[in-house]
């Protein structure tokens, strides 16, 4: 395995492709926060990052709950397999998807919702933490959720109060291949 390539200087990239990289190579999962809020503004701008995620055929099948209720983010901590630290972060965004709207593809499209969530987060300099562990009957109660919707993940987003090491990553061998599996560029 490999440490993540810090984005450097890319000299061959436009000034807006260099920003876009550095902040997906800064990105880190973050589980500790500080008790900073967060101003509206950059809220609204994380949410405008969030509606503007492609889905197939621009269907949208998915919803996000943005809980920042103290007692509320305690619960859905408890739902998230009593990880308590959730709760520390201003936010906590829920990404719901409904197979009724895109059964093939509503876990995609609210994936790919909740990746540029993180990626906004970042580069507005908070952190985030993708969450998968979690009681989906708990979320759904406290939140309540209608039946139709499913819930993909979950993720705090607050000030950092650590500033985690990058952790390893497979080789470019080990993850990529070119035109057959297993084949190398010629």
Not at 44 to 51: F, G, N, S, Y
């Amino acid at each position: 395995m490999s440490t993540p390539n810090p984005a450097g200087d890319r000299t061959s990239a436009p000034r807006s492709a260099q920003d876009a990289l550095s902040t997906i190579f800064r990105r880190r999962s973050v589980r500790a926060f500080a008790p900073t809020p967060m101003p509206e503004a950059d809220l609204r701008t994380i949410l405008e990052a969030v509606q503007q995620a492609p889905s197939a055929a621009n269907r949208q099948p998915l919803h996000f709950i943005v809980v920042r209720d103290p007692d509320q983010k305690r619960r859905v901590a408890a739902a998230a397999a009593n990880q308590h630290w959730l709760a520390q972060a201003d936010v906590i965004f829920i990404a719901v998807g409904f197979p009724t709207q895109s059964q093939r593809w509503y876990v995609v499209d609210a994936s790919i919702a909740m990746q540029n969530m993180v990626i906004a987060a970042t580069a507005l300099g908070y952190g985030t933490c993708w969450i998968g562990a979690f009681s989906e009957e708990a979320i759904r109660e406290v939140v309540g959720l209608p039946p139709e919707a499913r819930v993909v993940a979950l993720s705090p987003v607050g000030r950092p109060a650590e500033s985690p090491e990058a952790r390893p990553r497979k080789s470019f061998d080990q993850l990529f291949s070119y035109d057959r599996y297993g084949q190398g560029p010629s």
